[in-house]
């Protein structure tokens, strides 16, 4: 047919096998990345309304021999089609509870939550709840200083099962955002059903709150919403001052973007050695 020969033409598109091999060269890549060292912690700020930080979401990165530093979104889906994301995501929610337990000794640092990324691949391995607590107990971190991040695309899964788990993980004192929020597959009724503590407003409707009345209507309904489900909201991508006044002005409190700071290593690769005490 028509269409089996258009099909047989794409198959041989010397295009699309040149991405087939460059992505099964990053699959190798991103694997022996994870075993040399390669994966970085960066974090964010995340500060209130006025404007001290209380947090920090902490954001992958890969720092590639070659390549230089790759960006998440170059990686992470393939990471997650090919399931190398649960041992990555592993890495991450370890370091970040070592993070974590660094923080907990510095006065200035002590009450800051850490926000990390899920993936809702993570959150479906039947021993994910025991291995939060592991990362957590390993690295003697506290578990009210753990946030993590999921998307609306936990809830096409398994929910009674994701929510069992989230259950679980809240009872440890483990706070939960959903991230994104207004970009993906929305139900508000499975919404209240989730021991959510956090709203994130997606940074596509903050970009232009100040010219579109439509991204501004989005922004209040979402800041009423959360207030009425009694959750916290946290707008993300905010980079100018006027951003800033206007969220604060419809009642957010929460604020994470470059106009407060960009994502930034977490702690140096190699611990400098320490500093001779000062007299
Ligand atoms: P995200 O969770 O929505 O993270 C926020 C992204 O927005 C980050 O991109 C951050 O650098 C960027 N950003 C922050 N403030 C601003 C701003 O003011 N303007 C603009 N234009 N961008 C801003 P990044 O670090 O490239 O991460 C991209 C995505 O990769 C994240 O989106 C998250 O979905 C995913 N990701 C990052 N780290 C992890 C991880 O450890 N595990 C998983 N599963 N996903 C991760
Ligand atoms: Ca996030
Ligand atoms: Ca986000
Ligand atoms: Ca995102």
Same mark, same amino acid.
């Given at each position: *047919? ?8 794409? =198959? =041989? ?43 920090? @979401? ?6 590639? %021999?070659?390549?230089?530093? #790759? %960006? ?19 890495? #991450?929610?370890? @370091? ?31 021993? =994910? ?19 993590? @991040? ?9 929910? $009674? ?49 100040? *010219? ?15 207030? *009425?489900? @009694?959750? $916290?909201? #946290?707008?993300?991508? #905010? $980079? ?22 960009? %994502? ?16």
């Amino acid at each position: *047919s028509k269409a089996a020969g258009r099909n047989a033409v794409r =198959f =041989f598109d010397p295009a699309m096998q040149a991405r087939v091999v460059q992505r099964a060269t990053l699959q190798r890549e991103l694997r022996h990345g994870l075993r040399d060292g390669e994966l970085a912690l960066f974090g964010q700020p995340i500060v209130d309304a006025q404007a001290q930080t209380c947090g920090q @979401e902490a954001l992958l990165r890969w720092r590639h %021999p070659v390549r230089g530093m #790759v %960006p998440p979104a170059e990686f992470i889906p393939v990471a997650e089609q090919t399931g190398l994301i649960l041992p990555i995501g592993q890495w #991450v929610l370890r @370091e970040a509870c070592r993070v974590l337990a660094r923080w907990a000794a510095d006065p200035a640092r002590a009450g800051w939550t850490l926000a990390v990324n899920l993936s809702a691949r993570q959150l479906r391995q039947p021993d =994910f709840v025991a291995s939060v607590q592991a990362a957590l107990a390993d690295a003697g971190a506290d578990p009210r200083r753990l946030k993590l @991040e999921l998307t609306e695309s936990l809830l096409l899964h398994d929910v $009674e099962d994701t929510i069992a788990k989230m259950e679980a993980l809240a009872s440890l004192g483990i706070q939960f955002a959903l991230d994104d929020f207004g970009t993906g597959y929305s139900s508000l009724a499975y919404l209240k059903r989730l021991p959510l503590t956090q709203l994130k407003i997606d940074r596509s409707f903050v970009r232009d709150l100040l *010219s579109d009345p439509n991204d501004a209507a989005i922004a209040r309904t979402i800041l009423q919403l959360a207030q *009425s489900l @009694e959750m $916290e909201v #946290v707008a993300e991508g #905010v $980079e100018t001052v006027g951003q800033y006044e206007v969220l604060r002005a419809m009642g957010c409190r929460l604020f994470q973007g470059y106009h407060f700071g960009r %994502p930034a290593p977490l702690e140096p690769a190699d611990p400098p050695a320490a500093a001779p005490a000062q007299p």
